[in-house]
């Protein structure tokens, strides 16, 4: 949890600040990228660090991570101008790219199936604390004392991180000679960095139609296939291809595409739509989006009992109705803006979204083998960041032109009738994320937490840890690098 603190603080203290940041430094057409820079840092590493996870262990990968964000986070404090600020984020998003799947990855390897809804959702919580914290500092050190400090505050949470983690969390990994994929995982690299960045400056920095979006496009495209090529040879493949031909791996990874596009449509778009059309403060327009996230962390913590009684499956469905009743509901009202309302609906999804990304990932994380976990939980967190990526390049190019229809942005009611227009794009986004969740193998929780084989071939093979450890008082349990709690 406080490893996670750091990353999801960082997120929500910096935009509070921007105005601060530029007046210092400079660089006003610039600022975009440190969120820009920091996400696709993050997003394209996080492959390559789910397998030295799955290969070295997970302890030294989340500490290189605290590591590099805590460098990234001084240097930024030291920052003398918008450029060399924004090279800095792009270190602190390597690090971020590190710890975050690797802190779900290591709840995943010491609690059962039954324990890890609970625990994801303390996890969980600490994003709802922080939307509500996170953009308070940053306006108290804007305000009175200096934006650094939004940087320097991280240096004794990510030395706290580090030291109860050397200190508490011990692992036993099989040592062997690896061979490491180093082809694979620069070509990987290379070409998630041309995509996203595609996705993400198009229509914003440069025209769709441009060479500078064809071209990353096409290149990238041209080294994804270069990258399965190699991955098909490579003794130690940097990420498995048949991991990623299990229809429960599928079915999640579709599901989690859908959840970051819905999550980025709101916290996007509903601030400006409040402060717009209700005249609403900042602050207030940052609560309402902040009742997402109270409700997230809520549902994924009771989702346990849901899923262990009706399956995995079951439990994402319902939570996909939930978030699609939330997200047509905020669509609907958007019509007679309120603050209340607005939060409402927010809290609805949110409630909704708990139910659906904690089960997910869990009944991922549990149908392979220790080998394979951070490899399947770094892709769904990957596929994550893609739905927001994709989400932020399609609801940009709908508000804008809807926008620019209605008068320009200078006009109330056209920024009302661009963010409506988004909503709906969130509604649609919800349903088709309800057909990914029909996809899904119908998986009992017992059967995953006891027996059966890593993967799944059709709906009524039961799906398991293949060293089951998910059971260690097993009789018949396969020794395999495992990690465990230490007795302290």
Known sequence: MLSTSLIALDSTILATAVPSIVADLGGLSQFPWLFSVYLLAQAVSVPVYAKLADTLGRKP????????????????????????????????????????????????DIYTVAERAKTQGYIASVWAVSSVVGPTLGGVFSQFASWRWIFFVNIPFCLLAAWMLWRSYDESVERRRHRIDYAGASLLTVALTLLILA???????????????????????????????????????????????????????????????????????????????????????????????????????????????????????????????????????SATPSVWATAGSCLVVGLGLGLVATPTLIAAQASVPWNERAVVTGTNMFMRSVGSAVGVAIFGAIANAVIASRGGDA?????????SAVFLAVVVAALVSIAAGLLMPHTRAEDVEHDGPAGDTDDSEPVGSQDGSDDPDRPDRVPQPSTRPSPA
């Not at 006009?411 to 963010?419: E, K, M």
């Open 199 to 333: 996705v993400l400056e198009g229509g914003q920095a440069w025209a769709w139609s441009s060479w500078q979006s064809i071209g990353s496009f096409a290149v990238g495209a041209v080294l994804l296939a270069a990258f399965g090529l190699v991955e098909r040879r490579a003794a130690e493949p940097v990420l498995p291809l048949e991991v990623l031909t299990r229809r429960l791996i599928v079915a999640t990874c579709l599901i989690s595409i859908g959840v970051g596009t819905v999550l980025v449509g709101l916290t996007s778009y509903v601030p400006t739509f409040l402060e717009r059309s209700t005249g609403a403060t900042p602050i207030v327009a940052g609560l309402a989006v902040a009742a997402l996230t109270i409700g997230w962390p809520i549902s994924a913590s009771q989702s346990g009992r849901l899923y262990m009684r009706v399956g995995f499956r079951p439990t994402a469905l319902i939570g996909l109705v939930v978030a699609s009743a939330g997200a047509v509901s905020l669509w609907l009202t």
């Open 61 to 108: 990968v989340i500490l290189v991570g605290i590591a590099l964000f805590l460098l990234g986070s001084i240097l930024c404090g030291f920052a003398w101008s918008m450029g060399s600020l924004i090279v800095m984020r792009a270190l602190q998003g390597l690090g971020a790219g590190a710890v975050l799947p690797m802190t779900t990855t290591i709840a995943a």
């Open 411 to 419: 006009s109330r009611n056209a920024v009302r009738a661009g963010s």
